[in-house]
T-cell receptor
Framework: AQKVTQAQTEISVVEKEDVTLDCVYETRDTTYYLFWYKQPPSGELVFLIRRNSFDEQNEISGRYSWNFQKSTSSFNFTITASQVVDSAVYFCALSEATSYDKVIFGPGTSLSVIP | KAGVTQTPRYLIKTRGQQVTLSCSPISGHRSVSWYQQTPGQGLQFLFEYFSETQRNKGNFPGRFSGRQFSNSRSEMNVSTLELGDSALYLC??????????????FGEGSRLTVL
């Protein structure tokens, strides 16, 4: 069965600090997708990144970077030089090849960036 | 292009009543998923429809049901409402089918309060 764990419930950082959000997943499939979504205070979930199980290359997009390690079943998300606008709940998610449209979300990590 | 539209945005019901929520996906998207979001349980997958067929289902009681129409619009219904059904119900659409990337586009949600 697919499962996503985000051990950090809440994180507070001071603006300009770097912060890493942890994600650990469980799946029996060898083919799957991993995602990160952001839910700002306004409420609407926004897609950030998708990574398939065959691509373990780390990715950087501006201040955001993702570290995918199959050996530890982790897909961690780092925000560099955090800003107040980064304050949101961040969700890690997983879908399996057998049912790509069934996306299972982790419990989320609430990030507060303090000015 | 227009995003995912959910109606109504807010509603208040009493225990025992039933409720129907509506979701219009992004034009061209054929898959619609429903999620329940609560502070305690996070984002929980309800079900997913593609081409009017329910393909995936989460672990919710039979009081929760849904359907999809030929234009891809979807409705979900909760019968015999309980206090614990109070939640934000989110609809997400995706391309589905062979063009699917797994990326979900979310609506703003329907906030249901059961008194």
């Amino acid at each position: 069965a697919q499962k996503v764990t985000q051990a950090q419930t809440e994180i507070s950082v001071v603006e300009k600090e770097d912060v890493t959000l942890d994600c650990v997943y469980e799946t029996r499939d060898t083919t799957y997708y991993l995602f990160w979504y952001k839910q700002p205070p306004s409420g609407e979930l926004v897609f950030l990144i998708r990574r398939n199980s065959f691509d373990e290359q780390n990715e950087i997009s501006g201040r955001y970077s993702w570290n995918f390690q199959k050996s530890t079943s982790s897909f961690n998300f780092t925000i560099t030089a955090s800003q107040v606008v980064d304050s949101a709940v961040y969700f890690c998610a997983l879908s399996e090849a057998t049912s790509y449209d069934k996306v299972i979300f982790g419990p989320g990590t609430s990030l507060s960036v303090i000015p | 292009k227009a995003g995912v539209t959910q109606t109504p945005r807010y509603l208040i019901k009493t225990r025992g009543q039933q409720v129907t929520l509506s979701c219009s996906p992004i034009s061209g998207h054929r898959s619609v998923s429903w999620y329940q979001q609560t502070p305690g349980q996070g984002l929980q997958f309800l079900f997913e429809y593609f081409s009017e067929t329910q393909r995936n289902k989460g672990n919710f009681p039979g009081r929760f049901s849904g359907r999809q129409f030929s234009n891809s619009r979807s409705e979900m219904n909760v019968s015999t409402l309980e206090l614990g059904d109070s939640a934000l119900y989110l609809c997400a659409s995706s391309l589905g089918g062979t063009r699917n990337t797994g990326e979900l586009f979310f609506g703003e949600g329907s906030r249901l309060t059961v008194l």
